[in-house]
């Protein structure tokens, strides 16, 4: 997959290196919900009380034992600073320890300092995959898991997301318009540069499934797949950063492949659509991951610089209401296409 429109001159903006960006020791830390610490262990333990929790960080190894001291002193009142004195450690070594379980979502910061973007957005896309945990499996991927899956449900799936993309152009304009910089506004004309085609090549698989032309566009997005895309196009024209995230939280990285490629797998193995109707969905999600298209995401946050407590709670309540969208979204594609039996795609009148 091509990457932008600049035969000539090649990209016209360069993505942002990683840098090693470090929190403030005035910031204050705190577990978050469904996070306890076990002494005896020496683990970090995420999920609810009872039943299997959702993720375990063990500290084994050389230097464990220090580290695991400064997650025993975080206690919802000290800074980073106060826990090394408290442990008699290094202010360098609290940091970076503490730091890697804020960008896991299992500290949280509760002093209302102002952050480095780029350290809260890390923060800001686990704590949305972590909400998945809490607020419930997935049905839609539990069945394309475990199954049945049905010629109408796989169908639907990707129906669904041809909606999606064929409502890209419709935010991506808009948010190019509102990015603060002119290197933004470059990044993101050439996110829109890379997608606005997509869904044509996408409804060639709906075609391949045996849709006409006059089905799809007699088809319309779930209600749900519809309320994230206007979050999405309300998030373009107010809030770039909010926008950022919802965009870097969706899109894929090259260090999703290997999931991404096991979803395609699967659902190919339930045989009920040829590789020619999933084939241009399948190879759309691995080339955004190949791309990185995440980083479209991350670099209104590099360029930030830091961002109040203010910021972060208004940017971190629209992404999660993104996510919970998203949630809703799978339940709603079990609800209307679970049943073998039923309307090829979902039209508001029923």
């Given at each position: 997959m091509t990457i932008g429109n600049l035969p000539i001159i090649g990209r016209a903006w360069a993505p942002s290196e990683k840098r090693n960006v470090l929190l403030p020791i005035a910031a204050t830390m705190a577990f978050g919900p469904d996070v306890r610490a076990d002494a005896e262990r020496q683990e970090i333990v995420v999920g609810p009380g009872r039943g299997e929790p959702w993720d375990v960080m063990s500290f084994r190894g050389e230097g464990a034992e220090e580290a695991f001291r400064y997650v025993m002193a975080v206690d919802g009142t000290r800074s980073i600073a106060d826990v090394a004195r408290e442990v008699g450690g290094d202010v360098d070594e609290a940091t970076a320890v503490l730091q890697e379980l804020y960008e896991r979502a299992v500290l949280r910061e509760t002093g209302g300092v102002e952050l480095p973007a780029v350290v809260f957005y890390e923060h800001l896309r686990m704590e949305s995959k972590r909400a998945f945990d809490k607020w419930g499996p997935s049905p839609m991927l539990a069945r394309f898991a475990s199954g049945p899956v049905t010629r109408r449900f796989a169908l639907g799936y990707l129906m669904e997301n041809y909606h999606y993309a064929a409502a890209a152009s419709s935010h991506q304009g808009a948010a190019v318009a509102s990015m603060p910089t002119l290197r933004l506004k470059t990044a993101f004309s050439e996110h829109l540069s890379i997608e606005y085609w997509h869904h044509a090549w996408?409804?060639?698989?709906?075609?391949?499934?045996?849709?006409?032309?006059?089905?799809?566009?007699?088809?319309?997005?779930l209600p749900s797949t519809l309320a994230q895309i206007n979050q999405l196009r309300w998030l373009a024209v107010s809030d770039p950063l909010a926008y950022s995230a919802c965009i870097g939280i969706g899109e894929g990285d090259p260090m999703a492949s290997s999931s991404v490629a096991r979803f395609w797998d699967r659902f190919a193995e339930h045989g009920v659509l040829p590789e020619e109707a999933y084939g241009p969905f399948r190879e759309h999600d691995l080339g955004d991951c190949e791309d990185d298209h995440e980083s479209f995401g991350s670099e209104a946050f590099i360029e930030r610089g830091g961002m109040t407590a203010t910021e972060q709670a208004r940017v971190r309540a629209r992404v999660l209401s993104f996510s919970r969208l998203t949630w809703g979204f799978h339940h709603e594609m079990v609800d209307f296409y679970g049943s073998a039996e039923g309307p090829a795609f979902f039209t508001p009148e029923g």
């Open positions: 996408l409804k060639r698989g709906l075609l391949a499934a045996g849709l006409t032309e006059q089905d799809v566009e007699r088809a319309h997005p």
